[in-house]
Structure formats: C-alpha cells, structure tokens
C-alpha cells in the first residue's frame, strides 16, 4: 500500500511537472509597452480587459477618454490596444490607459508624416497673440503667425497687436492643412505650418502665373495702402491706385475679408506679385478727349482741400484739380472759400492724358487774362547802338 501510495504520488509529480512545462511562458507587461486584449466588462468610467487568458487588465477614469472616444462604443468580447502604466496594482491587476495608447498611435502617425512630409488636418482650439494652440491626445501644438498661409494670415494696419489677436480668435475652430516643421516628443510639442503644406501648390502656381493672367481670389488683408488678394496658395497685392480709375481714398470702401474678387496680374517680381482691379474695365481716360475739351465749362464737385487747391469729382472714375492760382483771389488756404461737397462751374484749361490730368479754373475771363499777363515775363530791352 506504502508502496502505491508513493507510485501515485510520484506520478502526481510527474504530471504537474509536466503541465508547467506545457504552459505558456508568462510574460510581464513593461510600463509603456502596447497590449492587445479583449474586453470582459464596460462601465461608465471602468473597463476590465483579459490579456491572453493570463492576466486581468483594468482601464479606469481618466485613463479611459482618448480622442476618439473609444470607450463609448466598447462591448465585451471587442478586442482593443492599450498601453500599460503599471505592470501589477495592489490588486494585481495590469493598469492600462486608452489615452496613452491613442498618444503613442497619433505619435506614430504625427513621425510618420514629418518623415515623409506629408500634410494632414487640423482645428486649433485657441489663439494667442503668436498664434494658435490645439491638442489632440495630449499632444500640443502650435501654428505660428508667421506660419499662416496667406488667406489666414492677419493683415491689419500698423500690426497693431490686439487687432491681430481678434483675427486669429476668429480663426479658432477652423479647419487647417499643415504640415510638421519641428517635432518633440519628449515633451509632446509639435510647431505646424499651415504656409509648407502650400509650398507645393505655392511653387507650381508661380511657375505658372504670367504678367496679364486674370485670376479670381478672396481678400485676405486690408490695409491703408491696398488689398490682398489669396489665390491657389499665392497672394498679390492690389495698390490703392490699382483699385480704381478715380481717386480712392479708403480700400475698405471696395470690399471686405473673405470677399471674392477678380484681379489681373500685372507684376511679379519674385515672390511678390502685384494686382490690378482697375485694370479689368475700360481706361475712361482713352475717352477723356472726347468728354473734356479745352474752355469748356463743367460741373464739378468738390472732394478734398488741400493747401495747394482742390480735387473734384467730375465722374465716378474722373477727378480734377483746381490749382489755388486759379481760385478767385488765390487763397492761402482754398478751404477759406471753398467746402467739400460744393459744387462748381469750373472751365476746363489742361487734358493732358499722358499724366492723366486735367486741371480746371474759377477765374472768369478777365481775372484770366489778368492772371496770364502778370504771370508773362517782361521783354528785355535792346540797349545796344544800332550799326
């Protein structure tokens, strides 16, 4: 029986022996390495989650929201990657986090496309007065001013700071395509640039572009001397004496941000391209000859003083100058006798379509011919002995 017993025991021995070696190897989790495994239970802020039949995993509280929400549309029996932050807890369960896991993916994903220079989207969520903020999965990022493609970047007169902050504000929330021109990972930093995802289309667009091309873009600054205009990730500059064929003494009375507008290059030196709005109609001044004739009389009205005389409008594209000389007494100050907004009976003395000038007068006949004789220089006597 002794004899049995020991048998028994023995084979007993044998059998566990054997069963260790059957088993699979147990292999211990590292703190930040990724594990599959598969859901067993989903709470509100709680999942439990088997790891190959051999350890129980637990993914609680904040640890749970990543960006993608996985969490709310976990059920048991769903498999998922997670990420370990401890490889045992008092209760010897493996500490996992799903936002950690989705960090590492978006980091893969934000390496990848730097290696390969590619571009992808993004919605910044704040601005500052250097640019705007976003963080996807932990990871923050940053958007220069200097870094904005033309369309986005805040043109203001005189760069006055609050003013360019109110712009980028208006920005928040808006969808971007940038691409990554510096990346820290150990402190989850990325800098973006909205202008190098247009380098491409940039570079193509200006090789391309050619002096009398008319190209329809969106007015992305305004400022005392003219209009920006973006389009196919370039920008021009429409000159405040492009805009019109008249004087034009505000560009914001021509449009607004945003606004579309149709412009016809008529420069390009380098990068900086020079655009006209003018330019798109017909030149009143090729008709001025017929409209304007010398010693005719026009009404005209009266636009800006200046000490020199006044400007007046004489069509929607057509402005004049009185000369003070040619203002009844010759004012020091024309506004001393004249007011903008009155309107004139002015004689028409110079047309001169070269310099795109025409110059009027007050003066009536007489004080005219007064004016013209005291302007003409007397005639030198001959004192000399004739031969």
């Given at each position: 029986m002794f004899a049995r017993l020991f ?287 010398l010693n005719a009389m026009v009404k ?14 004489l069509s929607d594209d057509i402005n ?68």
């Open positions: 048998m028994t025991k023995s084979a007993t021995l044998v059998s566990m022996d054997q069963l260790l070696e059957d088993s699979p190897e147990l292999i211990v989790p590292e703190p930040g390495q990724l594990v599959e495994g598969t859901v067993i239970t989903v709470e509100k802020n709680c999942v439990m989650v088997d790891i190959d039949g051999l350890q129980t995993g637990i993914i609680a509280g904040r640890e749970t929201r990543d960006a993608s929400e996985t969490i709310k549309n976990l059920e048991p029996g769903d498999n998922i990657t997670a990420c370990v932050l401890e490889s045992e807890n008092d209760e010897g369960l493996v500490v996992l986090s799903l936002r950690r896991a989705s960090q590492e993916k978006t980091w893969k994903k934000f390496i990848n496309a730097y290696e390969k220079n590619e571009s992808f989207k993004v919605r910044p969520k704040e601005a500052n007065k250097g640019g705007l903020l976003l963080e996807i999965d932990g990871i923050k990022g940053f958007i220069p001013v200097s870094q904005l493609a033309p369309l986005h970047y805040p043109r203001v007169n005189g760069a006055d700071s609050a003013k360019i902050l109110a712009r980028l504000q208006k920005l928040v929330g808006t969808e971007f395509t940038v691409k990554i021109i510096s990346i820290d990972k150990e402190n989850g930093k990325l800098i973006l640039s909205e202008k190098a995802a247009y380098s491409d289309q940039r570079h193509a667009t200006l090789g391309d572009l050619k002096v009398g091309d008319v190209v329809e873009g969106t007015i992305s600054g305004i400022v005392k001397f003219g209009i920006f205009v973006a389009f196919d990730g370039l920008e021009g500059l429409v000159h405040i004496s492009e805009i019109a064929w008249g004087h034009v003494t505000n560009p914001n009375d021509f449009g607004k941000l945003g606004d579309k507008m149709k412009v016809k290059v008529i420069g390009i030196e380098g990068d900086k391209i020079s655009l006209s709005v003018k330019q798109l109609s017909e030149d009143p001044w090729e008709k001025i000859a017929k409209n304007y004739k005209a009205k009266i636009t800006r003083l200046a000490p020199f005389g006044a400007f007046v409008e004049g100058l009185i000369h003070s000389s040619e203002i009844p007494g010759n004012p020091a100050d024309p506004s001393d006798v004249l007011k903008v907004g009155q309107t004139v009976e002015a004689k028409v003395i110079e047309v001169n379509q070269d310099e795109r000038r025409i110059g009027l007068s007050l003066l009536s006949e007489d004080e005219a011919k007064v004016k013209n004789e005291s302007s003409q220089e007397p005639e030198l006597e001959n004192d000399a002995p004739s031969e």
